[in-house]
């Protein structure tokens, strides 16, 4: 089948490359940009079902239906308390941003307790964001505003908040997602041109990753477009994935190539020749990897529910260029990719790998011993081990984050408190005494702190019947303007602290909500996020206590702990049935049901070995509060499925000796042919990846393995029943090299 597939793509060369660019030039122009869909906010992917965002449902009423469209105005003053002239300027600013396109609403959240600081929410519409929770364009015209508004020396004037972090955090994670793309094309490209040592070899391996992946990112815009969640992170992961399965397949038939040409083969004979030899490993290494990706969409957590297909779409569009694109290319070019170096026939046809395999041959037990010894060693980094960046921090360095800073300093628990929200099924003016009830447990509540409420909104405490009076008298609290009308019949201080109320008291009355700190730490720490669980009981106690019908956590450190949940829960689901998945295809490439399992085990190994070494540099050692959550899942689906790769490249061609060879001399006349390739694929996978484990475990630990097992590594095929030079001749392509040519050397020479 693929020699067919090789010589359709030596006829139609030119004819296969013209598609390939007119196809990438069209996805370009006419399907939308990946950058446009994706993103940027985990707390998008949880389901509408998770308790932090059933929350945030009760919350939108303070903050507008979508909070990730919201941001907040700050102004302070640092060396006193605010002038007239300030609050006059603020009342500009807030007017002026009323004012900006898409901007739906300002709503005044009164002074600080010091005086020294004024903050305002601003409500924009997120049907207008190009991105979700971001919108780069009004935030800087509201930026703009600040300056139109002619604040007076010494005022700072920050704009932070939800949409203001994340649009902040998307121009620097797209920045930094740029360095990444140029660092690993630079990589890759160097250490090509180190392995092949030639000139036109990388740049014919690099072209149909690269055209890959301008031909896989629209197309999984357009999927976006059609409701598969795209998260930033699929951008940066689709780069590296496609490069580093990209150059691997190039490494595979280019090398397998010029072994042929070794053993006296025409250039385009070789091609032929090499793709019925690798074409099969290269195409069920590709849909190893899909296969693993496509079991995310199973997730319940949204961002791997999208990602999982995202990058199986990018890989399926590898493999094809793979198969079509790389052997065209290949065809055209002919023995000139190789140029300057002349691959000629007679020439040895591997490296130094023989006297490695010769030892691993003769000691197994040793070798296999040491190999778990080390695995082992580093696994046990993962004592201890923790997971973190469940949320999004602000860029150092941005106006949000100053912004965030200011009110840190002058709103205790306004800079991100814990939400935390009941639901009354009648307004609250008809039963004040609830808000006294609520608040004493709250207040008297262990596990928080620093919990302010609508009868401490400014630090001016209010009674319940303070408040009702003055609903009364007054009207809605969020209807009153910043300076008290000629006429008030309250006190300017009262008044303030009344207007204040409406970020507590929605304006029908039905849900209240209180500010809190954790006591458990800091707002974002583990230990915070740990305490939600208890948090939410003590907040439940408190509603039953106040006849609440309805109550919820809103919080960052609350949509962590959901977050790590759902991504701890997908780990347990998706980790057994990729394994299994890996083991299927393992055992219909090789046709053998003991082998799989022992593969499946070393490359679990290895994965368990890279976090552990992971959890050593960054948490042990680099004092990190633990490794990325996405972290553990996305390494066991690419070490398990990328690191069957070379499994698969490795076991193949020992098949395919052992039909001519006992078993021994074929094992090390496979590692003596693929040693080079898999190290010089493994090296480019760790650039790309940072899993620096294919030397170990494909050709230290497999073979071992291999050797133990003997021909029981085929059971139950016939290979496994016989012994070589009496097996019938395999229906597929042989090793065997061209009549009349010289049988080549087995230990000399380059990889």
């Known amino acids: 089948m693929f020699e067919a597939i090789a010589r359709f793509d030596i006829r139609f060369r030119w004819l296969i490359v013209a598609v390939w660019v007119v196809g990438v030039v069209a996805g370009i ?333 003769r000691h197994p037990v040793p070798v296999l011993v040491v190999g778990m010894a080390l695995f082992g060693a580093l696994a046990a980094g993962l004592t201890g081990f923790t997971t973190g960046g469940f949320t999004k921090t602000t860029t150092g360095g941005t106006d949000s984050a100053a912004g965030t800073g200011v009110l840190a300093v002058h709103f205790p628990t306004g800079s991100n408190p814990d939400s935390l929200l009941l639901h009354f099924s009648t307004p609250i003016w008809d039963h004040p005494t609830s808000l006294d009830t609520a608040g004493r447990h709250l207040a008297s509540a262990p596990d928080l702190h620093t919990v302010t409420g609508p009868l401490n909104p400014n630090g001016t405490p209010l009674s319940a019947d303070d408040l009702t009076s003055l609903h009364t008298r007054l009207g809605p609290a969020q209807n009153l303007p910043a300076a008290p009308p000629a006429g008030t019949p309250v006190s300017g201080s009262v008044y303030q602290a009344y207007r204040a109320t409406a970020q507590f008291i929605t304006a029908d009355g039905h849900t209240v909500r209180f500010y809190a700190l954790p006591a458990a730490g800091t707002l974002g720490s583990h230990p915070a996020i740990a305490a939600t669980p208890t948090l939410r009981a003590t907040l439940t106690d408190a509603a039953r206590a106040a006849d609440a019908d309805d109550s919820g956590v809103a919080s960052q450190d609350a949509a962590a702990y959901d977050i790590g949940h759902d991504s701890t829960t997908d780990l347990h689901t998706i980790v057994p049935l990729v394994l299994a998945v890996i083991a299927v295809l393992l055992a219909v490439l090789l046709r053998s049901l003991i082998a799989p399992l022992y593969l499946i085990v070393t490359v679990g190994l290895s994965y368990l070995a890279t976090l552990g070494f992971a959890a050593i540099v960054f948490v042990h050692l680099g004092g990190a509060d633990g490794v990325l959550f996405l972290i553990p899942i996305l390494l066991f689906v690419f070490a398990m499925a990328l690191g069957a790769d070379y499994n698969i490249l490795l076991m193949s061609r020992i098949r395919e000796e052992a039909h001519t060879h006992p078993l021994r001399e074929a094992l090390t006349r496979a590692i003596t042919h693929t040693g080079g390739t898999i190290t010089s694929a493994g090296l480019i996978l760790a650039g790309t990846f940072t899993v620096l484990d294919t030397f170990f475990v494909r050709t230290l630990l497999v073979p071992s393995c291999a050797v133990l097992l003997g021909r029981l590594n085929w059971w139950p095929s016939t290979l496994s029943r016989t012994t070589a030079g009496h097996t019938p001749p395999p229906t597929g392509p042989t090793t065997a090299p061209p009549a009349g040519s010289t049988p080549p050397p087995t230990t000399a020479g380059t990889p």
């Open 29 to 361: 122009r006419l399907l939308p940009s990946l950058s446009d869909v994706s993103r940027t906010s985990n707390n998008q992917f949880l389901a509408d079902s998770a308790p932090s965002q059933h929350a945030a449902g009760m919350a939108a009423p303070f903050q507008g239906h979508d909070a990730a469209a919201t941001a907040v105005i700050v102004a302070a003053r640092p060396d006193g308390p605010l002038t007239a002239d300030d609050h006059a300027a603020i009342d500009r600013i807030e007017a002026a941003v009323a004012r900006v396109p898409s901007v739906t609403q300002v709503r005044d959240q009164g002074a600080s307790a010091d005086g020294q600081a004024r903050k305002a929410l601003v409500v924009t519409d997120p049907a207008a964001a190009p991105a979700p929770g971001e919108n780069p364009t009004v935030v800087t015209a509201i930026r703009n505003a600040f300056t139109t508004a002619a604040p007076p020396a010494g005022l700072a004037v920050h704009l932070t908040g939800p949409l203001a972090q994340t649009t902040d955090t998307a121009a620097a994670s797209a920045q930094a997602g740029s360095n990444i793309r140029k660092f690993t094309l630079l990589f890759v490209i160097v250490l090509l041109f180190v392995v092949f040592r030639a000139a036109l070899a990388p740049l014919v391996t690099l072209i149909p990753a690269v055209l890959s992946l301008l031909l896989a990112g629209p197309l999984i815009a357009q999927a976006g477009k059609a409701g598969m969640p795209v998260s930033t992170a699929t951008q940066q992961l689709l780069v590296v994935l496609l490069l580093g399965a990209g150059t691997d397949y190039g490494l595979f038939l280019v090398f397998r190539i010029r072994e042929q040409i070794r053993r006296g083969a025409a250039p385009r004979d070789a091609l032929v020749t090499a793709m019925g030899r690798v074409g099969e490993s290269i195409t069920f290494s590709a849909l190893t990897v899909i296969a693993a990706l496509a079991c995310l969409a199973l997730a319940s957590f949204g961002l791997y529910r999208g990602l999982g297909p995202a990058l199986a779409l990018g890989l399926a569009v590898m493999l094809a260029a793979a198969l079509t694109l790389l052997p065209a290319l290949l065809a055209i070019l002919g023995r000139a990719v190789f140029w300057p170096s002349r691959p000629a026939a007679g020439q040895p046809t591997a490296g130094g790998w023989g006297r490695m395999a010769a030892r691993i041959v």
